[in-house]
């Protein structure tokens, strides 16, 4: 038994470098910041792949519209029994009881089909390019997603170390007010209301763990990896640029410039302007070239006919014209072009909504700089409001209700300072999401 434990292990030792571990297997994290955050993103995400694979489709595409401006080539072949059901006296040889067969070669060409090919050709590479502006719009989704939850992870984080110190602050206070009930220098309702404010310390500091764990997952989720994987997200919500560079008619000239989505919108115009063309093509005529070398074979059943085997090209011209089709090609027609027109007031609408898009979050940004600066007096005003209290109660002047009420004041002022900033930089992210342009690190 002890030899055979010493085999295994001998084993399982020897194959050990041939089963590498990943990362998370190993207990070592992975490190991101916001930047490589977002680019690992763009790498794994299936939302992105789908755009890809969805460009790739659109270029074949393009390939199929630019095959009908070339020959058709095709292999043919035939065979046929003709049989009569009795001998009957015939002037055409052609009619007689026989075997056919026939094979050959056959070539055509559009020479015109009311300009359809063209349209087609046209209307595959305006395709594209709105395939082409969907994988960019799903990138500028995917990125802003990706550094707004990391925004929120931070957030959390700050959030977390202000819950620390304040239940570090209610410890200090509970041992304080548990010596003066000691001393009978204070009632030991003091010490009741310092072991409340602590659960409720307590259970923040619960919460915001929670919160950081559900941000943590959410971008494991974009990342492409597991939730139980060990990805370590760092920075500081300070660490982050203020800049924003743009003026307010800089901002909408850019957005209107780069935004996948007005891109998409004004591509779909022009999309549905090309089906009107190729529906309109319907009252054109169409002409084909076409060359056949042909083998043609025929055997008699009777023997008074000698069968034959002919071999032979031809070419020639097909033209077709259709008059009159029940009016399908105008109706078509003019619905392509009420759908054009349509999709043209959206274009406009949506131009009108990308200037709002940008001008609000130009405000939100300028608001929340303002925050910053009040919510950063409010933590040194806080700060002061406490020592002061604090101070007061250690020398029986003040109460444990006015050092509670000020402990509760500087939590919530270091969570609001905390709160501004990440909406600052919040706004930063959403306003490069608004104007079209990829900012993966917020500089």
Not at 353 to 381: F, H, P, Q, W, Y
């Amino acid at each position: 038994m002890r030899l055979l434990s010493v085999l295994i292990f001998v084993v399982t030792f020897a194959f050990l470098p041939a089963f590498p571990l990943k990362a998370a297997d190993q207990g070592k994290a992975t490190t991101f910041t916001m930047e490589q955050a977002v680019a690992q993103a763009m790498k794994a995400n299936p939302s992105v792949e789908a755009k890809i694979l969805a460009l790739e489709k659109a270029k074949m595409d393009i390939g199929v519209a630019q095959s009908y401006f070339w020959p058709r080539v095709s292999l043919i072949a035939n065979t046929n029994r003709v049989k009569n059901y009795e001998e009957v006296q015939t002037y055409n040889s052609d009619n007689l009881s026989s075997l056919n067969w026939s094979k050959g070669l056959r070539a055509s060409l559009s020479l015109f089909s009311g300009f359809a090919h063209l349209n087609n050709l046209q209307k595959s590479r305006l395709s594209k390019d709105i395939e082409q502006a969907r994988l960019q719009q799903a990138r500028l989704e995917l990125g802003c997603n990706v550094q707004l939850q990391f925004l929120s992870l931070l957030k959390s984080r700050e959030n977390l170390k202000t819950a620390l110190e304040s239940v570090e602050r209610i410890q200090t206070q509970l041992k304080a007010a548990e010596a003066f009930a000691k001393e009978g220098m204070a009632p030991y309702v003091n010490v009741l209301q310092n072991q409340a404010e602590l659960a409720r310390a307590q259970q923040q500091v619960i919460r915001v763990n929670n919160d950081i764990r559900n941000a943590e997952v959410q971008l494991n989720r974009y990342l492409g990896f597991t939730p139980d994987y060990r990805a370590r997200y760092v920075g500081n919500l300070k660490d982050y640029s203020s800049h924003v560079g743009y003026s307010e008619e800089e901002a909408v000239k850019t957005a209107i410039r780069l935004r996948p989505d007005l891109q998409i919108a004004q591509k779909t115009v022009e999309v549905a302007y090309k089906d009107m063309h190729i529906d309109m093509g319907q009252f054109l005529p169409r002409v084909d070239a076409t060359y056949d070398n042909m083998s043609v074979s025929k055997e008699y059943d009777s023997s008074a006919y000698e069968g034959y085997t002919r071999n032979y090209w031809s070419t020639g011209l097909s033209f077709s014209w259709d008059i009159f089709s029940g009016g399908s090609a105008v109706f078509a027609s003019l619905g392509d072009r009420k759908k054009a027109q349509s999709l043209q007031k959206d274009f406009e609408d949506a131009l009108s909504g990308a200037r709002a898009d940008v001008i609000r979050s130009l405000l939100d940004i300028n608001a929340a700089k303002e925050l910053i600066v009040t919510s950063r007096k409010g933590v040194e005003a806080a700060r002061e409001s406490y020592d002061m209290a604090n101070k007061r109660y250690l020398t029986s002047i003040g109460t444990i209700t006015e050092l509670l009420d000020a402990q509760l004041r500087l939590t919530q002022a270091e969570d609001d300072a905390s709160q501004a900033l990440a909406e600052y930089h919040g706004a930063r992210a959403r306003f490069f999401y608004h104007i079209g342009r990829e900012n993966p690190g917020l500089k």
